[in-house]
């Protein structure tokens, strides 16, 4: 018998998703490839299949699905195409671990489906619990899967909760690298374009992530998501500015001590271990050099003039399908900044007339929020 972890990635294509190949590339005897997927990116999704050859991909787009199967049609991979068929295909008995690299509300079905299955989960998809934390997280505790946490904040706090799992978190911060457009004013930014937008100063990540570390969404996202992960309280989740990116994030427990995980920006490393799991496996990455970084500095968020962060504080506190409007409404407002239809501060206007706008439901069931995400997406469209 072989003790490879047999994996399937979903959003392989992506930012994250090259990324944990590049991973397993470096570990083959560790792991095998069972299923890749991919939306729009056909060609990679081919390279990658032929590379790896797992035993299936998909191809969301159905529009590629005949290309995907004629370049594969001399391998032995079986091809499908929509994300009906993510969601069946990850329930495949030969899959131990999903890792789940969708962007989107778009990663949500598959991951569900998967936890049904009783799959673990390393999570990079954080709209997932953003959406349906609820859903999402009892499910897993009834089928007795773990969510290994890929976002990098959440990794580093799962990494100083080893071997205290038993002890009581009494807080945590989140760090955050402010983004590109951390110390501007309202005036800068409601004239930002999308290609300053684009230029994060320490991560090279997927479009829609990017836009959201400019606007801090991104980290009102992780709030909610770390919530959800570790079972706190909103009180009990701080922000912190920390523009170096070494200090990943920080635990605080009950004696007052706190713990923080730190090393080089680098996505791999929390992929790593979120799919290695219990085990650190070696790695060439470069090594932090102090060096290099006399000083790391920690400063508070601006919330004033970065309103996302604080709606999406509000949003958890609000709680039922506050967080998924939240999540559909900067979708849109993010897919329409990158296409120049509005501009960077009207991100934020268009997030909080949702919240404002749609009905809450204090306790959705899944159809709530599907229908949640939809009527919000309509709304905002006709907001634009
Ligand atoms: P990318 O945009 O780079 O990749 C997204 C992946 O999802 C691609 O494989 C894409 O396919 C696929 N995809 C897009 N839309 C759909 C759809 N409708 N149905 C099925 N598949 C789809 O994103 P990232 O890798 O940056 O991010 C992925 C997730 O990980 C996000 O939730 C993000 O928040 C999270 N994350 C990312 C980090 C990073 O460093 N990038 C850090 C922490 C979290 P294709 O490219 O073929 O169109
Ligand atoms: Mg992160």
């Not at 294509?13 to 470096?26: E, F, H, P, Y």
């Not at 890929?150 to 402010?178: M, R, W």
């Not at 374009?193 to 100063?201: F, S, V």
Request: aromatic content about 8%.
């Amino acid at each position: 018998m072989s003790d490879k972890k047999n994996i399937a990635i979903l959003g392989s294509t992506g930012s994250i998703g090259t990324q944990t190949l590049d991973v397993i590339r470096a570990n083959p005897e560790a792991f095998s490839v069972e299923v890749l997927t991919g939306n729009g990116n056909a060609d990679l999704l081919i390279r990658q299949a032929i590379e790896f050859n797992p035993n299936t991909v998909v191809i969301a787009d159905e529009s590629k699905y005949q290309y995907v199967k004629e370049a594969l049609a001399s391998h032995d991979i079986k091809v499908f195409s929509g994300n009906k068929a993510i969601a069946e295909v990850v329930q495949m008995d030969s899959i131990d671990i999903v890792l789940a690299a969708i962007v989107g509300y778009a990663g949500l079905e598959s991951t569900l489906s998967a936890i049904k299955a009783g799959k673990q989960i390393a999570l990079a998809n954080k709209e997932t619990l953003v959406v349906a934390g609820d859903l999402v997280t009892a499910l897993a505790k009834e089928k007795g899967v773990n969510l290994y946490p890929v976002d990098s904040e959440h990794s580093a706090i799962f990494q100083c909760l080893a071997g205290e799992f038993h002890n009581p978190i009494e807080k945590i911060y989140l760090t955050a690298s402010g983004g590109p457009f951390r110390g501007k004013d309202k005036t800068f930014l409601s004239s930002a374009k999308k290609e300053q937008a684009l230029k994060h100063p320490n991560w090279e990540m997927g479009a829609k992530i990017t836009i959201d570390s400019a606007s801090l969404m991104n980290k009102g996202l992780e709030v909610i998501e770390a919530k959800w992960l570790f079972g706190l309280k909103p009180e009990q989740i701080d922000v912190i500015v920390h523009p170096q990116s070494i200090v990943h994030s920080i635990v605080q427990f009950n004696d007052g001590s706190m713990k923080a995980q730190m090393g080089l920006p680098d996505m791999k490393l929390p992929i790593q271990y979120a799919i290695g799991y219990p085990n650190r496996m070696r790695s060439d990455f470069p090594r932090f050099d102090f060096m290099k970084y006399p000083q790391l500095t920690f400063e508070p968020a601006d919330t004033k003039t970065f309103r996302n962060l604080a709606l999406a504080f509000d949003a958890m506190n609000k709680g039922g399908n506050a967080p998924c409007i939240l999540n559909a409404a900067n979708e849109v407002a993010v897919a329409a900044f990158l296409k120049d239809k509005i501009g960077f501060l009207q991100m934020s206007d268009l997030v909080e007339k949702c919240i404002q706008t749609i009905a809450y439901i204090a306790k959705p069931s899944y159809e709530d929020y599907v229908e949640t995400d939809k009527e919000t997406r309509r709304i905002a469209e006709e907001n634009i």
